[in-house]
């Protein structure tokens, strides 16, 4: 066996809760990070 990666992912997401929308156009429209946007949306990543 061998130690070699396959795969990487890096800054990947996962939106929860009921302001799930108002997080994601806070990410794209406005570029804040995820401690801004939880805070602002009370969401959970």
């Not at 795969?7 to 401690?35: C, D, H, M």
């Amino acid at each position: 066996m061998t130690d070699d990666t396959v795969i990487e992912i890096f800054n990947v997401w996962k939106i929860f809760g009921t302001n799930a929308q108002a997080a994601l156009s806070a990410i794209r429209e406005k570029g804040l990070g995820k401690a801004e946007v939880l805070a602002r949306t009370n969401g959970i990543f």
